[in-house]
């Protein structure tokens, strides 16, 4: 699975888009890039996959660069809720064993009113 | 749907001691796994099970075992509890083969190590 980079930490001011950026060099052309975040103390929740085409959910948008070295989660009005680590992980979709998550540290996004 | 559940939230154990910690999921998924989070890092893996009858190892295996008997059930023996095991552990699952491999996380046990 390739290594991905987040920056440690980030700050948002409520009611504004939180843009987190994630660099993926090395992502091979089968290799999705997922988002999941944690919530202090409690199991990560997922938020967005995609592959190469940009994608929108209702929790936020992945943008992915045409050479999908790298991607932005944005969450587009973020909340005080929206506080916690965001990770970014690059995995081939085939499950089974490939269906392993390779966490790094994540970014820790604090929303400040 | 109850989606991931484990019990217990919290347990102390002593050094030696042996315990198991249980995770259940409703939603048919075949694929399960456990992790570990020690303070201010992220996941690990411990074992996984790509369906019942078939348990492979992690990153980190040492010191645990896994058994997965029926599809719903996936629990965790911690076999002589030593401080070094001290952490949250989070079970997980997913579809085995889904388009989306998206993964359900439960609340986590809280276990602390004396």
């Known amino acids: 699975d390739a290594k991905t980079t987040q920056p440690p930490s980030m700050d948002c001011a409520e009611g504004r888009a939180a843009n987190l950026p994630c660099n993926h060099s090395t992502i091979s052309g089968n290799e999705y890039v997922y988002w999941y975040r944690q919530i202090h103390s409690q199991g990560p929740q997922y938020i967005i996959h995609g592959l190469k085409n940009n994608e929108t959910n209702e929790m936020a948008s992945l943008i992915i660069t045409e050479d999908r070295k790298s991607s932005t989660l944005i969450l587009p009005h973020a909340t005080l809720r929206d506080t916690a680590v965001y990770y970014c992980i690059a995995q081939a979709n085939y499950g089974g064993s490939q269906g392993n998550l390779i966490f790094g540290k994540g970014t820790k996004l604090s929303v400040k009113p | 749907n109850a989606g991931v559940t484990q019990t217990p939230k919290f347990q102390v154990l002593k050094t030696g001691q042996s315990m198991t910690l249980q995770c259940a999921q409703d939603m048919n998924h075949e694929y399960m796994s456990w992790y570990r989070q020690d303070p201010g890092m992220g996941l690990r893996l411990i074992h996984y099970?790509?369906?019942?009858?078939i348990t492979d190892q992690g990153e980190v295996p040492n010191g645990y075992n896994v058994s997965r008997s029926t599809t719903e059930d996936f629990p965790l023996r911690l076999l002589s509890a030593a401080p070094s095991q001290t952490s949250v552990y989070f079970c997980a699952s997913s579809s085995w083969g889904a388009g989306t491999d998206t993964q359900y996380f439960g609340p986590g046990t809280r276990l602390t190590v004396l």
């Open positions: 099970s790509v369906g019942a009858g």
